[in-house]
């Protein structure tokens, strides 16, 4: 997204670019697989928050055919009883209200309404590079906030958790601040043939040839770039837009000014299944989970708020696991099979598995203390943007690759 985003910018203002990837396809990390069935798997569950401030700035919304899950959702208690938030980020006096506070206590949900009070005084933009709100992690700012140790458990840790895919909420508080705001003020949508349809809007406004695939980089010399081939490609300037491990094997020493990227990456662990009835009843609802030492941390049916997403009369069901669970692929569906009957029902044996995706590099870790921002620019010639030089999200893949557009254009 990094690198088709800065390519754009720049083929917009009349230069000529040529975009490298080593993958059989665009998109990075933002990609769809279509199954012979005709699902459609993104490389994990992933949505674009609609508000975006960059995403807004370039993509044709229209064109995506974006569907929106519902603010809100269904959440496993430990007690293992499941209570529903609608709009608790919009509305939290009411969403919290019908409880008899299996969530949070009073003083909890006026904390959350102060909070949506103060992340609208800011800008987007102003909220991720507050400098006072990095210097402490996600956990640290909530039970400073005074948030009890039952919401941070039962909501927080879920529901942001699965944002990060750091259920320890050790993400930096700016980037929290960042993303409730998003979920406060848009929505939370796919579209409706698949994640992938994001990157492949900006790789056909390119003129035909100017993106190569299967064409890996194996260093960087100067203006001189060399594939994995042999083959030698001068232009007047290069733009590192791979992901923070990647660049770091490509980076020439002699021009690491910037802090070199961290190369601890969230994990995530997607689990399919086709089901022949929604258990979301349509509801487009997110399902959560609170239960201590689950695998299933949050189950999702995409197909319900897109129905692109699974063929005619069935269910695309999205089974998260965050982090490293150390069990083989046939353990894990195991317990995870188990996990799901007890929460929704032994309907569940009758749900196909289709597909585990194992993603060991998802998000790079962006612990509190971080810079905001790394140096974009690298050498004269040589410039770096992705996630991994802001933080761990779209919009900063974005933003980073029209930041450095712009320094090319000056
Ligand atoms: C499971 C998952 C869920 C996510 N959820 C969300 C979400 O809900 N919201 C959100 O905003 N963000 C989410 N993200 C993060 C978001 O996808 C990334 O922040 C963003 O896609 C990063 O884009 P990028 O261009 O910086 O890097 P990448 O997507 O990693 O792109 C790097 C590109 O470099 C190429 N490359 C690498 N090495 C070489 C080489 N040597 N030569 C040539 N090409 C090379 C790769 O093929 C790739 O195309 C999620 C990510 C994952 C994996």
Redesign the pocket.
Known sequence: ???LTCANYLHRAGKSVLV????DA?????RTDITPEGFRLD???????TR?PEVQRLMDYGALDLRAFESGAVIQLPTGRETTLINPLRQPLAAFEALTSPIGSLPDKLRIANLVRHVSKYTAGQLISRNSSNQEDTLTYLRRKGFSERIIDTFFRPFFGG?Y?DRQLRTAANFFEFVFQQFVVGDAAVPNLGIQAIPEQLAARLPTGSVRLN????AIDGTRVRLWTDEVLEAAAVVI???GT?AQ??LPTQTLSAPTPTSEWRK?T?TYFAAPHSPGHGDKLLRLNAMPGALAHNVVFPSDAAPGYAPAGQTLVSVNTHGAHGLTEEDLLNRLRAELAAWFGPATAQWQHLRTYE?TH??PAYPAGQPYRQSLRLADTLYQ????TAY??????MAT?REVAEMLLV
């Not at 490298?20 to 993958?23: E, I, T, V």
């Not at 943007?385 to 991994?388: A, F, I, L, Q, V």
């Open positions: 997204m990094a690198g490298l990837d080593a993958a665009v998109g990075g990390r933002v490389r994990g569950f992933q949505i674009l928050l975006y944002v895919l064409s890996p980089v194996s837009a791979t992901d990647a094997q490509l995530t997607c993603i998802a998000l943007c992705g996630d991994y761990p999200s779209l919009n900063a893949a690759g």
